[in-house]
């Protein structure tokens, strides 16, 4: 497995977990988080391999058209750049130091 696609699949997955069902939080979270084989989530959850195959690569299509619509995890590295761009620049700037530590607080709730 590429490790390109995990990275992108595991962040996804952090921003739109809630929208998944049950199953497909499992899967995902055990193959691409836990690194579970096709087999090993087959007889966890005693289906067919191919059913865990057909289940992932239908979430991983979700995940995709979610961040098509939403743009949640694009937002979030363009505002990470927008902010490491600011302390770079501003470092003794402690009114921006503070705002972009709070803006920061609050993607990491997420």
Same mark, same amino acid.
């Given at each position: 497995?590429?490790?390109?696609?995990?990275?992108?699949?595991?962040?996804?997955?952090?921003?739109?977990a809630?929208?998944?069902t049950?199953?497909?939080m499992?899967?995902?979270?055990?193959? #691409?988080? @836990?690194?579970?084989?096709?087999? +090993? $989530?087959?007889e =966890?959850?005693?289906v067919?391999?191919?059913?865990?195959?057909?289940n992932?690569?239908r979430?991983?299509?979700?995940?995709?058209?979610?961040?098509?619509?939403?743009?949640? #995890?694009? @937002?979030?590295i363009?505002?990470d +750049? $927008?902010?490491? =761009?600011?302390?770079?620049?501003?470092?003794?700037?402690?009114?921006?130091?503070?705002?972009?530590s709070?803006?920061s607080?609050?993607?990491n709730?997420?």
């Open positions: 497995m590429e490790i390109e696609k995990t990275n992108r699949m595991n962040a996804l997955f952090e921003f739109y809630a929208l998944l049950d199953k497909q499992h899967y995902i979270e055990l193959y #691409y988080a @836990d690194d579970y084989s096709l087999a +090993e $989530i087959a =966890e959850f005693k067919s391999r191919q059913a865990v195959y057909d992932i690569k979430t991983e299509k979700i995940l995709e058209d979610y961040e098509m619509k939403l743009h949640m #995890y694009s @937002d979030y363009v505002r +750049e $927008i902010f490491t =761009e600011i302390q770079e620049r501003y470092p003794d700037d402690a009114f921006l130091q503070e705002k972009i709070i803006l607080s609050i993607d709730q997420s």
